[in-house]
């Protein structure tokens, strides 16, 4: 199945130590990612999310989709860590509260 959001790099303009330079990837959700993700919803919603929320969302099912910014740190093995997300879950209107209408 082919995407309309292709995986995007954004580099990081460099600085004067070779060993800051990072770069940010825009990506579907995978598996791996499950971990870093439910940490960063449980610190920035007052809502607790289940674990089948997260495996939905990396699966596309229930119409739950997650995209995640990865930052990627070039050297001394520093790896890759979570910058930012974006998870939505679509729904026609009649689905959704009333509270969600004002929205």
């Not at 089948?52 to 093995?77: L, P, Y």
Request: glycine letters at 4%.
């Amino acid at each position: 199945r082919m995407s309309i959001f292709p995986q995007q790099t954004v580099m990081e303009p460099s600085t004067q130590d070779s060993r800051a330079a990072r770069s940010f990837n825009l990506r579907r959700m995978r598996p791996s990612d499950i971990i870093q993700l439910k940490a960063a919803h449980e610190a920035l919603f007052p809502i607790q999310y289940e674990h089948d929320f997260f495996h939905k969302a990396v699966h596309g099912q229930d119409r739950i989709f997650s995209w995640i910014a990865v930052r990627s740190d070039v050297g001394e093995e520093m790896g890759t860590s979570l910058a930012g997300f974006v998870t939505v879950k679509l729904q026609d209107a009649d689905e959704c509260e009333d509270t969600d209408g004002a929205v």
